[in-house]
């Protein structure tokens, strides 16, 4: 049973940082394109970051330059450092791991940003 267990989420102000982990098991972690996704209220669940084993990296365009997705081998972790916080980037935020058609997902966390 696949497992991406996340944490990190909480409340910051605008202009703050927050960073979210997302742990899951070796063959996972070697094989699997990483990611982070959200889903704020009434929208439909979008892009944040995608990472793969090779070191590439792809964004949203609504994230460049302020979040930043990295890998951790030892402890087959993936992060999504995120800075300069928008009330805009409030929402469910959700691990993944996909290669091919298989994919998986993690429970999500909730990130807010308001004063």
């Known amino acids: 049973q696949v497992q991406l267990v996340e944490s990190g989420g909480g409340l910051v102000q605008p202009g703050g940082s927050l960073r979210l982990s997302c742990a899951t098991s070796?063959?996972?972690?070697?094989?699997?394109?990483m990611g982070w996704y959200r889903q704020a209220p009434g929208k439909q669940r979008e892009l944040v970051a995608t990472?793969?084993?090779?070191?590439?990296?792809n964004y949203a365009d609504s994230v460049k330059g302020r979040f930043t997705i990295s890998r951790d081998d030892a402890k087959n972790t993936v992060y999504l450092q995120m800075s300069s916080l928008k009330p805009e980037d409030t929402a469910v935020y959700y691990c993944?791991?996909?290669?091919?058609?298989?994919?998986?997902w993690g429970q999500g966390t909730q990130v807010t940003v308001s004063s």
């Open positions: 993944s791991a996909k290669m091919g058609r298989n994919d998986y």
């Open positions: 070796r063959t996972i972690f070697t094989f699997y394109t």
């Open positions: 990472g793969t084993s090779g070191g590439g990296t």
